[in-house]
């Protein structure tokens, strides 16, 4: 059973298949786990809680994309686009109407892996 700290995001595959990311949160474990035969078990794959004796809840924070990133906060999925000159990998998201940009979000990283960690913290 691996441990969490609050704050803390993780990936695995839920009860419907699809990998989802989680976060530690504050609050107990009433909403997030089941108590059964003196344990607390999660709700989401039946394991030992893996924020148990702690202060801790766990939120699901959605479902990720073949690219490891979550949803923007209207719902669609980020485009990753690497300018392939070393300066940055940017992480971007944008909200159109009749060719007009309603809302954006962005997140950069120095790596692919690194502008996807930090899209999927601003969760």
């Excluded at 809840?57 to 209207?74: A, E, F, R, V």
């Excluded at 940009?101 to 892996?113: N, P, V």
Aim: aromatic share 10%; hydrophobic share 35%; proline share 2%.
């Amino acid at each position: 059973m691996i441990k969490r700290k609050l704050g803390e995001q993780w990936a695995e595959k839920a009860e419907d298949g699809k990998m989802h990311m989680y976060k530690a949160i504050n609050g107990g474990c009433d909403e997030c786990c089941h108590y059964c035969d003196g344990l607390y078990l999660c709700v989401v794959n039946g394991n030992m809680c893996p924020v148990l004796d702690t202060i801790f809840g766990m939120k699901d924070l959605g479902i990720l994309n073949k690219d490891g990133c979550l949803p923007s906060s209207w719902g669609e999925y980020p485009e990753i686009i690497d300018f392939g000159d070393g300066s940055y990998v940017e992480v971007n998201c944008l909200l159109r109407k009749d060719s007009k940009i309603l809302k954006a979000e962005y997140a950069y990283g120095d790596t692919r892996q690194e502008a996807i960690d930090n899209w999927n913290r601003k969760a």
